[in-house]
């Protein structure tokens, strides 16, 4: 559900399947970097297990995304200190219903609000699992990043999530033309076809007409994935970020940049629970540099270097 309406501000949203790979610690350091380089909204998206306040070391915010559903407050008005200079948040919903339970018409709104934010950057933070409204506040960002941890399991959800991601892309686009069910079809029919991919689904329906061909090109133009491996304990770990871009880029045929990497340090556990933010705690460390270097990737469209 990408938009193509004018916005203040970048917006980045991160995802990646299951929980427990760290999206919220990425996305609340990267919100600590970028305010030293603009104005910074954050926005807890894990609707029933927010805990994005915990990353910044403040308590829970007393108003949050539950008043702009049920109370019809506008989405700028729930913006309330970090604590950290140009770093506003909005707050989560605590133990009420999930993300399956925003019908279409408060997401549309939720999105139309989150466009008209006066920011320079609006970060997300998305609960885990893939539903449809998860999946479209991804397509909704310019910066759709997935963190993945070098374990196998991390990996696996990693691809699924990724697959119902592009699925999601192609089949709004194609069923905004009337292409949908065919895209269906095909990929139901994948074995006869000899198809055993998403690359090779996309190969086929683009030969199946010059119009057809047109319109995947233009739809996907532009999309691409920001991989961040996180909890990266030595060389053999971050080189696994390059393996994943590559299945990425010959299955899915998606443009994947390897965007980053941050070290394992087991003070961000102890950051967290002290209720200090790390970036500004740790300012000096290896696993804060990463974050860094990770900020600067982002904004410039650029991969990680391995040496």
């Given at each position: ?17 299951k929980g427990g790979v760290g999206k919220s610690f990425i996305i609340s350091s990267l919100g600590m970097s970028l305010a030293r380089k603009g104005r910074v909204v ?89 539903h449809f409204n998860t999946i479209d506040t991804v397509l909704l960002a310019d910066d759709k990043i997935i963190v993945v941890t070098p374990e196998i399991n991390s990996i696996e959800n990693m691809y699924n999530f990724l697959r119902n991601l592009f699925f999601r892309r ?138």
């Amino acid at each position: 559900m990408e938009s193509d309406r004018e916005h203040s501000g970048r917006i980045l949203a991160v995802g990646g399947g299951k929980g427990g790979v760290g999206k919220s610690f990425i996305i609340s350091s990267l919100g600590m970097s970028l305010a030293r380089k603009g104005r910074v909204v954050m926005i807890d998206g894990d609707l029933g297990g927010a805990n994005l306040h915990n990353f910044l070391g403040v308590s829970p915010p007393k108003t949050a995304l539950a008043d702009f559903f049920e109370r019809k407050t506008p989405l700028a008005e729930l913006i309330v200190a970090s604590g950290i200079e140009n770093l506003g948040l909005i707050g989560g919903m605590i133990g009420t219903t999930g993300a399956e339970n925003i019908k279409h018409a408060q997401k549309k709104k939720l999105f139309n609000h989150i466009l008209r934010l006066e920011a320079d950057y609006i970060l997300i933070d998305l609960g885990a699992g893939a539903h449809f409204n998860t999946i479209d506040t991804v397509l909704l960002a310019d910066d759709k990043i997935i963190v993945v941890t070098p374990e196998i399991n991390s990996i696996e959800n990693m691809y699924n999530f990724l697959r119902n991601l592009f699925f999601r892309r192609l089949g709004g686009a194609l069923g905004v033309h009337g292409y949908r069910e065919l895209a269906i079809s095909v990929w139901k029919e994948r074995q006869e076809l000899g198809i055993r991919n998403f690359k090779q689904l996309i190969d086929h329906l683009k030969d199946i007409s010059p119009e057809l061909h047109r319109l995947i090109d233009r739809e996907l133009a532009g999309f691409k994935i920001n991989l961040v491996l996180n909890q990266a304990k030595g060389h053999r770990d971050i080189m696994i970020g390059n393996s994943v871009k590559s299945v990425c880029r010959k299955f899915f045929g998606i443009d994947t940049l390897y965007s980053g990497y941050v070290e394992y340090d087991e003070s961000v556990s102890h950051s967290i629970n002290r209720g200090v933010p790390y970036m500004n705690t740790f300012a000096a460390s290896r696993c804060a540099r990463c974050i860094e270097k990770l900020a600067d990737n982002l904004m410039a469209g650029r991969q990680v270097r391995i040496s």
